[in-house]
């Protein structure tokens, strides 16, 4: 019963380090999602997966590339950290129903 | 893409019901609404979703008018767990259908001893 697995849970990076961070989901869902949460707001959409091997920009998708590795992984790569990028990451997962989300990963960038 | 708006936050006392209404006037014939709840540090998690009338879950009831303009939920005796940001979303029930779907910043509620 895991659900949708984020690692790593906390990470500092310095300005300009890269870093990816990995998502998993055993429910055999079709559509990936990566949001991410500013203190005191909603969230919002980076990059989604519609299907296995597909992806599309969301809300706010500049900084960030990702990679639909198979149907259960979705990744989310930083290249070059800046400080606005410091955030909560959340992934989530959906078929029909609605989404089931991580428990999130929480990056800070200085 | 059908906008959503609720009050930015709410008090209640224990004990009491408590009722959060998400305005959505321009919902498509196919769109669902979907109510998700938010504790600090952690994910929004599924609370309740419905089409038209009245839905109720072991947690929470969700009221939609004819119109489906706006929908209400109704959490039954609140307690200080209840304590969370909750979201209306509304959008369509297909594969990927979310990846229209935006989150508002939700309706904060404070449950009050």
């Known amino acids: 019963n895991a659900g949708v697995t984020q690692t790593p849970k906390f990470q500092v990076l310095k300005t300009g380090q890269s870093m990816t961070l990995q998502c998993a989901q055993d429910?055999?869902?079709?559509?990936m999602y990566w949001y991410r949460q500013d203190p005191g707001m909603g969230l919002r959409l980076i990059y989604y997966?519609?299907?296995?091997?597909?992806?599309d920009k969301g809300e706010v998708p500049n900084g960030y590339n990702v990679s639909r590795l198979n149907k259960r992984e979705f990744s989310l790569r930083l290249e070059s950290a800046a400080p606005s990028q410091t955030s909560v990451y959340f992934c989530a997962s959906s078929e029909l129903s609605g989404y089931t989300f991580g428990s999130g990963t929480r990056l800070t960038v200085v | 893409l059908a906008k959503t708006t609720q009050p930015i936050s709410m008090d209640s006392y224990e004990g009491q019901e408590v009722n959060i209404t998400c305005s959505h006037n321009n919902i498509a014939t196919n769109d669902y609404i979907t109510w998700y709840q938010q504790f600090p540090s952690q994910g929004p998690r599924f609370i309740i979703q419905?089409?038209?009338t009245k839905v109720t879950n072991e947690v929470a009831s969700l009221f939609i008018p004819a119109d489906r303009k706006s929908s209400t939920l109704s959490l039954p005796r609140v307690s200080l767990s209840d304590t969370a940001v909750y979201y209306c979303l509304v959008g369509p029930l297909q594969a990927g259908g979310y990846q229209k779907v935006t989150f508002g910043t939700g309706t904060k509620l404070q449950v009050i001893p």
């Open positions: 419905g089409y038209k």
């Open positions: 429910m055999n869902h079709n559509s």
């Open positions: 997966s519609a299907s296995e091997g597909t992806t």
